[in-house]
């Protein structure tokens, strides 16, 4: 199972951009197909992007054409350029092997768009 740490969340203004990292361990991350994925307050965890082992990748609707999901496999780590940020984009964002379902998640880190 992906052991994940996140990191790279903030307080960012709308319209503005963040760079979230995820150093995953405990999987072979190079075939891993890998996602990142969110939960706003009171709301359900969502899976918006997802990237393969040969790097397709595939976004939710509302992040599409905004979001970029990258990886690198020499460092474990996974990545998400998020530009244009919208309020609506506030959640406490987590990665974990693509379509995951069970109780192993990381601390997630927290992103907050706001004026």
């Known amino acids: 199972q992906v052991q994940p740490v996140e990191s790279g969340g903030g307080l960012v203004q709308p319209g503005g951009s963040l760079v979230l990292s995820c150093v995953a361990s405990g999987i072979r991350f190079s075939i891993a197909h890998m996602a990142w994925y969110r939960q706003a307050p009171g709301g359900p965890r969502e899976q918006v992007a997802t990237i393969s082992p040969t790097r397709t990748t595939n976004y939710v609707s509302s992040v599409r054409g905004r979001f970029t999901i990258s990886k690198d496999n020499a460092k474990s780590t996974l990545y998400l350029q998020m530009n244009n940020l919208q309020p609506e984009d506030t959640a406490v964002y987590y990665c974990?092997?693509?379509?995951?379902?069970?109780?192993?998640w990381g601390q997630g880190t927290p992103v907050t768009v706001s004026s």
């Open positions: 974990n092997a693509a379509g995951y379902s069970g109780s192993l």
